[in-house]
């Protein structure tokens, strides 16, 4: 149990929190293990049982515990910082950040794009487009679902180059097709899951996630790729850099 600094201006559940931050930052407390529960921090803090589920509440919405019902508070994985201004796949995104990537594969085979897809791609609406559609893992564990469309003409045979639940899509774009991802446009926003989404996730039609649409372009503007995802609201910190405006 970590010792708690005196305060008096500040609530002392933030205290405790700010404590166990300390703990999991330093590795004293590592992903996966075990907190205290409500009754046993009260009672060796010296706290009521209101002041601990405050301060494991602030914990969980600072993404650093997780709350498994029935089981108690646990140290959680990072977040997945992604970083807005840099394209790249979820493979590179994954071992930048030091996590495995891998992948199960829901669907793999040649479709028909249907109008936002088409429209995305520049394509006649119908026509053929290779559908990969995967649940995204981090170290094991589901946190995102994709499904990637990309126009048949331009990579056949795509989905037999290479077993997609270990390898990366954007390198066999580039290896096998000399297609090389150069800027997308992407668009996020929050929500509430489906019930198909929330299945594959393992995550509750409550939970937040984050929608997102990319458009990826290839060097000379032609789109080449189109994605709709779900992605777990507690598996992602979205990072933006800004520069200050000429008009400001």
């Given at each position: 149990m970590p010792s708690i600094v005196a305060?008096?201006?500040?609530?002392?559940y933030q205290r405790i929190a700010s404590s166990f931050a300390a703990q999991i930052a330093s590795g004293a407390l590592k992903v996966g293990e075990r907190?205290?529960?409500?009754?046993?921090m009260a009672?060796?803090?010296?706290?009521?049982?209101?002041?601990a589920r405050q301060a494991l509440k602030l914990l969980e919405r600072r993404g650093l515990v997780e709350t498994r019902t029935g089981r108690g508070a646990f140290v959680a994985h990072p977040r997945i910082e992604q970083q807005l201004s840099t394209l790249s796949g979820f493979t590179e995104e994954m071992h930048r950040g030091?996590?495995?990537?891998?992948s199960i594969v829901l669907d793999a085979g040649v479709g028909a794009a249907d109008r936002e897809a088409a429209a995305a791609l520049g394509i006649a609406e119908h026509a053929p487009v290779h559908r990969l559609v995967r649940v995204r893992l981090a170290d094991a564990e589901p946190v995102g679902l994709e499904r990637t469309e990309i126009p048949a003409a331009l990579a056949p045979k795509l989905l037999?180059?290479?077993d997609f639940s270990t390898d990366s899509l954007y390198?066999?774009?580039r290896e096998d097709y000399g297609l090389y991802p150069s800027e997308a446009e992407q668009k996020l926003w929050s929500a509430h899951p489906d019930a198909a989404s929330a299945a594959s996730l393992g995550i509750s039609l409550q939970s937040p996630v984050l929608f997102l649409t990319r458009r990826t372009l290839d060097a000379t503007g032609r789109p080449i790729e189109y994605v709709r995802a779900v992605y777990?609201?507690?598996c992602f910190v979205m990072r933006v850099n800004l520069?200050?405006?000429?008009?400001?």
């Open positions: 305060a008096d201006h500040v609530p002392l907190l205290p529960s409500e009754r046993q009672e060796e803090l010296g706290a009521s049982r209101m002041t030091g996590r495995l990537a891998s037999e180059h290479a390198r066999v774009l777990r609201g507690d520069t200050l405006g000429t008009d400001t």
